[in-house]
Nanobody, 125 residues
Framework: QVQLVESGGGEVQAGGSLRLSCAPSGRTFSSYAMGWFRQAPGKEREFVAAISRSGLSTYSADSVKGRFTISRDNAKNTVSLQMNSLKPEDTAVYYC??????????????????WGQGTQVTVSS
């Protein structure tokens, strides 16, 4: 069982930056592929970024490519999402997700077994 706790959300003006962190419980963090998803008001939850268990492979949605960076520190049991050049349309609840993995990253919500409670990101214009 993995419990995920996100932090780092908040309100920022357009063009600003935020860094989200996710701290999974357990001692097998390095065996999990991780992902970030978001859900805006009135919309379905969507994929943002994913990273393999080693951290060597990452993938981001086109809507955030070049602005958001996913990374992980297996020694510190942390996965992060650095968000730069934020836009009002980035406003959403952001969720961290995890799944046991041998290699690769995953982009579908159904690929993930564990989810955090979400953290709100609000970007004002």
């Amino acid at each position: 069982q993995v419990q995920l706790v996100e932090s780092g959300g908040g309100e920022v003006q357009a063009g600003g930056s935020l860094r989200l962190s996710c701290a999974p419980s357990g001692r097998t963090f390095s065996s999990y592929a991780m992902g970030w998803f978001r859900q805006a008001p009135g919309k379905e939850r969507e994929f943002v970024a994913a990273i393999s268990r080693s951290g060597l492979s990452t993938y981001s949605a086109d809507s955030v490519k070049g602005r958001f960076t996913i990374s992980r520190d297996n020694a510190k049991n942390t996965v992060s999402l650095q968000m730069n050049s934020l836009k009002p349309e980035d406003t959403a609840v952001y969720y961290c997700a995890a799944r046991s993995s041998v290699s690769g990253y995953y982009v579908r919500q159904t690929d993930y077994a564990y989810w955090g409670q979400g953290t709100q990101v609000t970007v004002s214009s």
